[in-house]
């Protein structure tokens, strides 16, 4: 079971980055994909969850309406569109799996984690 992130740089506040998960090594029919976040000296938060069969999605407060989520099922692969970047979104994302029932906001639920991406939005 493996998951890798990858997408993260440097950005304008304002702009947009698009983030990628891929996951391999098990069917993601049964699992839920969820956004993570942290920035120095701060907890890991939630961003995103997403049931990768159904493709429903919950957004954490501070991102709704700015992140969007897609998925490429050929390629196992969920897709983070983050736009109208503020220098506050600044910090490592990482991705994870939990199984699908759980669906859960709490990072602790989930069991696999990817070694996250740095995103730097400066003002």
């Known amino acids: 079971v493996q998951l890798q992130a990858s997408g993260g740089g440097l950005v304008q506040a304002g702009g947009s980055l698009r983030l990628s998960c891929v996951v391999s090594?098990?069917?993601?029919?049964?699992?839920?994909i969820g956004w993570f976040r942290q920035a120095p000296g701060k907890e890991r938060e939630f961003v995103s969850r997403?049931?990768?069969?159904?493709?429903?999605?919950n957004f954490a407060d501070s991102v709704q309406g700015r992140f969007t989520i897609s998925k490429d099922g050929a390629r196992n692969t969920l897709y983070l569109q983050m736009n109208s970047l503020k220098p506050e979104d600044t910090a490592v994302y990482y991705c994870?799996?939990?199984?699908?029932?759980?669906?859960?906001?709490?990072?602790?639920?989930?069991?696999?984690w990817g070694q996250g991406t740095l995103v730097t939005v400066s003002s």
């Open positions: 994870a799996a939990s199984r699908a029932e759980v669906f859960s906001v709490s990072a602790e639920n989930y069991a696999y």
């Open positions: 997403t049931r990768w069969s159904s493709g429903f999605t």
């Open positions: 090594g098990f069917s993601l029919d049964h699992y839920a």
